[in-house]
């Protein structure tokens, strides 16, 4: 019978924004509108930069990197027991989806001079194993068993698989992404105001809930 044991050893690693380009899709309005002497439409500046975002489709902000540890046991007849122990580097990337941001997502408080803007939530990539650095032991004299020994590594890779994703969407992992993804948002529109907008408004970044 499988008596599966786990042990997630791990590290972790801020990562620069970085994009997956997607098809475009309907522009929003975004013709800049100039109403008097250096007064620009901030509306329409946003929307233009909202138009730039959402077409990038998923912003990488955050990336997770460590080594999943995982072994599985068989009891056999007699002595014909097994075990395989597996240590395989692995790593996920956290994203978020911009292809859904409109206009509506932005709200402009002139009395407070503040923008907010309601991102989507999160999303994380599959994990990634990197079979090359693995480390296998078998024991046991039924891992004398080519067929047995495949059994065991698969077992092992999805128990490694459902660990590691456990492990990746801790509340202090999922903090630092979203930290990371503020961060890069509210730089991106910061710029876009001082290039085109009031450059001293405030931006804030509030997840949607």
Known sequence: ???PSLLIITHLFAAGAGFIVAPREEPLESEVKHEGFFHVDT???????????RTENSLVVYAYKGFAAVSVEKDGFLLL????????????????????LTA????????????????????????????EGARILNAGIITFSEEQVQAFTRQNYASARRAFIKQAQGSELIRLAEQ?????????LEAVLRAGGPPDIQVLIRFEA
């Open 1 to 3: 019978m499988a008596k």
């Open 43 to 53: 509306k329409r500046v946003l929307a233009a930069a909202v138009e730039s975002l």
């Open 81 to 100: 027991d097994g075990r395989q122990d597996l240590l395989v580097p692995a790593s996920v990337t956290y994203m978020v989806p911009l292809s859904g």
């Open 104 to 131: 509506d997502n932005l709200t402009i408080d002139y009395d407070r001079n503040t923008l907010t803007v309601r991102v989507p939530n999160l999303i994380m990539s599959d994990v990634a194993f990197e079979p």
């Open 180 to 188: 990371q993804a503020s961060k890069n948002i509210e730089r991106y």
